[in-house]
Protein backbone atom coordinates (compact mmCIF):
# COMPACT_ATOMS: atom_id res chain seq x y z
CA UNK A 1 0.00 0.00 0.00
CA UNK A 2 1.52 3.63 -0.84
CA UNK A 3 0.42 5.60 1.89
CA UNK A 4 -0.58 9.46 0.26
CA UNK A 5 1.45 12.16 2.26
CA UNK A 6 -1.57 13.98 3.80
CA UNK A 7 -2.64 10.43 5.42
CA UNK A 8 1.36 9.55 6.43
CA UNK A 9 1.66 13.14 8.05
CA UNK A 10 -1.81 13.24 9.68
CA UNK A 11 -1.19 9.85 11.35
CA UNK A 12 2.63 10.94 12.33
CA UNK A 13 0.99 14.21 13.71
CA UNK A 14 -1.72 12.32 15.91
CA UNK A 15 1.00 9.28 17.21
CA UNK A 16 3.29 11.50 17.83
CA UNK A 17 1.11 14.01 19.68
CA UNK A 18 2.17 16.61 18.01
CA UNK A 19 -1.00 19.30 18.17
CA UNK A 20 0.96 22.13 16.06
CA UNK A 21 2.20 19.96 13.40
CA UNK A 22 -1.45 18.32 13.52
CA UNK A 23 -2.73 21.92 12.82
CA UNK A 24 -0.48 22.72 10.26
CA UNK A 25 -2.44 20.40 7.82
CA UNK A 26 -4.77 22.42 7.54
CA UNK A 27 -5.56 25.70 5.59
CA UNK A 28 -6.19 28.62 6.87
CA UNK A 29 -10.24 27.88 6.20
CA UNK A 30 -9.77 24.36 7.31
CA UNK A 31 -12.34 22.40 9.54
CA UNK A 32 -13.11 18.95 10.71
CA UNK A 33 -16.81 17.53 10.57
CA UNK A 34 -16.81 15.12 13.20
CA UNK A 35 -20.27 13.30 12.64
CA UNK A 36 -21.39 16.08 11.91
CA UNK A 37 -20.39 18.19 14.39
CA UNK A 38 -18.84 21.21 12.36
CA UNK A 39 -15.34 22.70 14.25
CA UNK A 40 -13.42 25.34 11.47
CA UNK A 41 -10.54 27.31 11.70
CA UNK A 42 -7.26 26.69 13.60
CA UNK A 43 -8.36 27.81 17.03
CA UNK A 44 -11.64 25.39 16.96
CA UNK A 45 -10.19 22.34 15.40
CA UNK A 46 -7.13 22.70 18.29
CA UNK A 47 -10.36 23.08 20.98
CA UNK A 48 -11.51 19.84 19.36
CA UNK A 49 -8.05 17.59 19.20
CA UNK A 50 -7.75 18.52 23.05
CA UNK A 51 -10.53 16.92 24.09
CA UNK A 52 -11.05 14.27 21.06
CA UNK A 53 -7.81 13.57 19.64
CA UNK A 54 -4.53 14.27 21.09
CA UNK A 55 -5.37 15.56 23.94
CA UNK A 56 -6.94 12.27 25.05
CA UNK A 57 -3.33 10.62 23.45
CA UNK A 58 -4.99 8.78 20.62
CA UNK A 59 -3.05 6.47 18.47
CA UNK A 60 -3.91 5.32 14.57
CA UNK A 61 -3.19 1.88 13.28
CA UNK A 62 -3.31 2.57 9.42
CA UNK A 63 -5.68 -0.39 7.98
CA UNK A 64 -6.10 1.27 4.44
CA UNK A 65 -5.43 3.89 2.69
CA UNK A 66 -6.04 6.51 -1.00
CA UNK A 67 -5.98 9.37 -2.67
CA UNK A 68 -7.54 10.24 -6.16
CA UNK A 69 -6.53 14.61 -6.89
CA UNK A 70 -7.57 16.31 -4.09
CA UNK A 71 -9.78 13.64 -2.28
CA UNK A 72 -7.80 11.31 0.24
CA UNK A 73 -9.12 9.01 2.98
CA UNK A 74 -8.04 6.55 5.68
CA UNK A 75 -8.69 3.37 7.68
CA UNK A 76 -7.92 3.46 11.13
CA UNK A 77 -7.84 1.45 14.10
CA UNK A 78 -8.18 4.10 16.80
CA UNK A 79 -6.70 3.37 20.25
CA UNK A 80 -6.24 5.97 23.43
CA UNK A 81 -8.02 7.28 26.05
CA UNK A 82 -11.67 8.25 23.98
CA UNK A 83 -13.42 7.08 21.07
CA UNK A 84 -11.56 3.55 20.10
CA UNK A 85 -12.21 1.39 17.10
CA UNK A 86 -12.01 1.68 13.27
CA UNK A 87 -13.01 4.81 11.72
CA UNK A 88 -13.21 6.27 8.49
CA UNK A 89 -11.33 9.37 7.51
CA UNK A 90 -11.74 11.27 4.84
CA UNK A 91 -10.19 14.42 3.72
CA UNK A 92 -11.06 17.42 1.03
CA UNK A 93 -7.68 18.84 -0.19
CA UNK A 94 -6.47 22.74 -1.04
CA UNK A 95 -3.10 23.34 -2.13
CA UNK A 96 -1.81 19.95 -0.03
CA UNK A 97 -3.45 21.03 2.93
CA UNK A 98 -6.81 19.90 4.78
CA UNK A 99 -9.91 22.09 3.46
CA UNK A 100 -12.09 19.49 5.26
CA UNK A 101 -11.68 16.35 7.27
CA UNK A 102 -15.14 13.97 8.11
CA UNK A 103 -14.82 11.46 10.65
CA UNK A 104 -17.13 8.52 9.92
CA UNK A 105 -17.91 4.99 10.70
CA UNK A 106 -15.92 2.27 9.41
Given at each position: MTTPK???DVV???NDGQTDAFLDLFAADGAVDDWGSLYRG??????WS???LIGVRAHFTLRSAE???DKASMMVEVGGQ???GPS???FT????RIHLMQITGS
Open positions: IVAAAVRKEIKVDREQHGGFTRFALTDG
